[in-house]
């Protein structure tokens, strides 16, 4: 239980009790760092009670639970025993993707009528989305376990791009670290911009990230999944992205017909064989931005851009920001020096 020294409501406001569930195989950081942020914005000092939050770690029972990366955890409180809540939060894990924890989750959380908000932080949408109170509404959850919540639950429509997603009263949030950008608008939401900016400040976090999840994603995810023959041409196109790769280029390279090459390419990739080349091509104009390269426009043509322009709008089109924004955020300054004047028009 977490408090702390001010309510801007009024100092004889009830503080809004926070209800984050655990269970065997949680997330660590998706529990942790949602409590984190509601204890900052209490007041961040463990000695006071707060005027604003209170938070709760519910169990499935009494007993110390286990993350998934070992940590023990001890409950305040259980689905049982649990007071009423203001928000319930529900973090993800693999824990929470088996049968009897997201039955029992999802059969508590259609007993929360009374709650004001549901929320579920990366995969702890399977909870969420079990308890059939999202059907019909709109979500996210990592953009790795994205087409596969999709299938699950066709009754929602997935966001796969979104850091947060708002749906009335429910809540969810793209992979660990996104809850904390999620909690923070919660934070903001109860007690407005000043104390939301001045939690973000003390976590060291953009209080609102410019983009969506696909910036921070594995950039070659889908390579997994490809046989050796197209594994073969990935690395071939990698190793001179400049190259002008048509179709037929690409086909080729596999041993298939341009027909056959299309066809096998989406099944094997879930996109054209453009779509991937131009993935391909950001990821690495994104790598040598990260890597300190000099010059932007020198950057997309060497990565095979026609143009500035068609880099900076497929850029903006894939990760929700201009080069020269997710440079700013994700570089140094001294690299951000070295292309101050084309910065402008990228």
Same mark, same amino acid.
């Given at each position: ?14 503080p809004k009790r926070i209800g984050i569930l655990g269970f065997d195989g949680v997330a660590a950081l998706d529990l942790t760092g949602v409590l984190d942020t509601f204890y900052v914005a209490g007041g961040n000092d463990w000695r006071k009670p707060s005027t604003r939050y209170e938070t709760l770690v519910i169990g499935l029972s009494a007993r ?6 070992? &940590? ?37 959380? %259609? ?13 702890? &949408?399977?909870? &969420? ?39 009335? %009263? ?88 341009? %027909? ?68 700013? %955020? ?17």
């Amino acid at each position: 239980m977490r408090k702390s020294t001010s309510h801007p409501q009024g100092k004889h406001s009830a503080p809004k009790r926070i209800g984050i569930l655990g269970f065997d195989g949680v997330a660590a950081l998706d529990l942790t760092g949602v409590l984190d942020t509601f204890y900052v914005a209490g007041g961040n000092d463990w000695r006071k009670p707060s005027t604003r939050y209170e938070t709760l770690v519910i169990g499935l029972s009494a007993r110390p639970f286990r993350a998934e990366s070992g &940590l023990r955890l001890v409950p305040d409180a259980t689905l049982k025993t649990a007071p009423s809540l203001d928000t319930v939060v529900v973090p993800g894990g693999p824990g929470l993707r088996e049968d009897k924890i997201n039955r029992t989750v999802a059969a508590w959380l %259609r007993t929360q009528t009374g709650a004001r908000r549901l929320v579920s932080v990366c995969t702890g &949408l399977y909870g &969420l989305a079990a308890s059939g109170l999202l059907d019909g509404r709109r979500a996210t959850t990592h953009w790795f376990h994205a087409g596969d919540a999709a299938r699950r639950f066709p009754n929602l429509t997935i966001a796969p791009d979104a850091i947060f997603v708002k749906d009335g %009263r429910f809540y969810s949030s793209a992979g660990m670290t996104a809850g904390i950008d999620l909690s923070l608008a919660l934070v903001e939401e109860d007690f407005g911009p000043q104390l939301a900016l001045s939690t973000a400040r003390q976590l060291v976090v953009h209080m609102r990230r410019a983009g969506g999840q696909l910036q921070y994603s594995e950039p070659l995810k889908f390579q997994m999944h490809a046989g050796d023959r197209f594994a073969e041409l990935v690395a071939a196109i990698l190793s001179d992205l400049g190259r002008c790769w048509s179709v037929e280029a690409m086909a080729a390279k596999a041993g298939l017909s341009s %027909r056959q090459f299309a066809r096998r390419f989406k099944d094997t990739f879930g996109q054209t064989p453009a779509a991937y080349l131009e993935m391909l091509r950001l990821d690495e104009a994104r790598l040598r931005m990260t890597q300190g390269e000099r010059g932007l426009a020198r950057i997309a043509h060497a990565t095979g851009f026609a143009s500035d322009d068609v880099f900076r709008r497929a850029f903006e089109r894939r990760f929700g920001v201009t080069p020269s924004q997710w440079r700013s %955020r994700f570089t140094s300054s001294s690299t951000r020096g070295q292309d101050h004047e084309i910065a402008s028009r990228l």
